[in-house]
């Protein structure tokens, strides 16, 4: 199909979210007449955006997605770099956990902004429109059709050749498929929800060390904290609902975090504190698979909307913007063709977008509880050590996923081998290490396991 016979194939991109919009920014380059139909209002013009979310992290498969569409450089200028965790002891000792790399980071970003930088995106393509306000009440796809409500409470129908599903977790888009027979679907809420809370600027400055994700890990729960551009962290506070529910007055949430978090009361703020814990409740966090993601020729789902994710991988925007960035790679393969595009394209992505999301369950374990452990800080210096000196035979899982492009499910079923190959050596060595301390204190063999791990990580 060439470009002529482009401009005249409709498509209809329903939500105008990230993943909408930055499809829209792909779909508008082919020369398609595109329309986004978005159910909120203009969130540049509106007076507040509705709802509070985790903070962002950007990383390599995002970027190489916003490359593509000429916005890499513009949305990392607004991005604050983030080399490593920094972990949070109950005693308040801070220790720091690099993600990769001297020359590696992810980027924390605003979703606002973001948001409203692709939309802008979207319309400086003369070939694109966005509609707000405007609801999807019906979906069609065999027949070509959507039916939206817009500001007028008029049921519109528009024709078009593709519909888009980019409406998030809820999508209406995927309710018409699980009607078809022969789709899976399955979603899991966590027993656990979360909170967001503030820690404002400190005399005009970070009040922490601003390049890293903080971390305070407590074994069945956590708070993390990431870096905004005016000075302030967005903290998140993840904990089952049972434990949020507990806490009922103002003094049961300065107990709880004097008990917990005694670092961060004076960072907050006490007053700021229960202010804001009461301010909305404790969010949810859904898992969604699904499969396939396209109906014939006519639709097809990517982001939330086909693979939404709990958070603790800080996969999920990146996922739902490598869907689009695959999704181009197989129209410039088979030239347009909706027909071979879509099949391939559910056939290709659906092993690694269930990867994704049972990594990220993974890593929430990972994050509140084994960070905690000392033998868990060891093994990431040593796989950080094997990467440095091998660095085509051993890549660090953590690695693969942020700072590449390895497809998800091969990056998992790369890093059980290597789990394979390093547990012998690492079991002979904790093995060896008790013998050598044998009859000494745990407070020393602590000391000599530390001494261990920095030595590797100053050779890396």
Request: proline share 5%; glycine share 6%.
């Amino acid at each position: 199909m060439d470009s002529s016979q482009a401009e005249r194939k409709k498509i209809i991109v329903i939500g105008g979210g990230l993943v909408g919009a930055l499809n829209a920014c792909f779909l508008a380059k082919r020369n398609f007449q595109v329309e986004i139909y978005e159910a909120r209002e203009d969130i540049r013009v509106a007076q507040s955006v509705r709802g509070r979310s985790i903070n962002l992290a950007l990383s390599y498969r995002g970027r190489q997605a916003l490359k593509a569409i000429g916005l890499e450089d513009q949305v990392v200028s607004q991005g604050v770099p983030m080399r490593g965790r920094m972990i949070h002891s109950l005693s308040g000792k801070r220790s720091v956990i690099p993600y990769g790399t001297k020359s590696q980071y992810i980027l924390s970003i605003s979703r606002k902004n973001l948001n409203k930088d692709l939309l802008t995106a979207v319309e400086k393509y003369p070939n694109a429109k966005v509609h707000f306000g405007h609801r999807l009440v019906k979906c069609s796809p065999e027949e070509g059709m959507v039916t939206v409500l817009g500001p007028d409470n008029v049921p519109k129908d528009v024709t078009c050749d593709l519909i888009v599903g980019c409406d998030g977790a809820y999508s209406t888009v995927r309710s018409h498929f699980m009607r078809k027979p022969r789709f899976d679907y399955s979603q899991q809420y966590i027993p656990h929800g979360y909170m967001e809370l503030t820690i404002p600027p400190k005399c005009g400055e970070y009040a922490m060390e601003p390049n890293y994700l903080h971390i305070w890990p407590r074994n069945t729960f956590m708070m993390i904290a990431l870096p905004n551009m005016e000075k302030s962290f967005t903290c998140t506070l993840f904990m089952p609902f049972d434990e949020f529910e507990k806490l009922l007055t103002s003094n049961d949430v300065l107990d709880f975090f004097q008990k917990y978090f005694p670092d961060s009361i004076p960072l907050i703020g006490e007053q700021a504190l229960v202010q804001d814990f009461f301010l909305l409740p404790a969010q949810p966090m859904i898992a969604i698979k699904c499969s396939s993601f396209h109906l014939k020729s006519h639709c097809v789902l990517m982001g939330d909307a086909a693979h939404a994710i709990v958070p603790f991988f800080g996969q999920g925007m990146n996922a739902g913007f490598e869907d689009c960035l695959v999704f181009d790679e197989l129209m410039d393969k088979f030239n347009n063709d909706f027909s071979m595009c879509l099949p391939e394209f559910s056939r290709f992505r659906i092993p690694d977008d269930h990867a994704i999301s049972d990594l990220s369950m993974y890593n929430y374990v990972e994050m509140r509880s084994h960070v905690n452990s000392l033998w868990f800080i060891f093994r990431k210096n040593l796989e950080r050590f094997l990467h440095a000196i091998m660095p085509s035979t051993f890549i660090p899982l953590y690695t693969m996923v942020t700072f590449s492009r390895i497809r998800y499910h091969e990056a998992v079923q790369r890093w059980h081998w290597q789990n394979k190959k390093t547990e012998g050596k690492l079991n002979n060595y904790a093995e060896a290490e008790r013998e050598k301390y044998k009859g000494q204190g745990e407070r020393e063999r602590k000391r000599e396991i530390e001494k261990t791990s920095e030595e590797i990580q100053k050779r890396n």
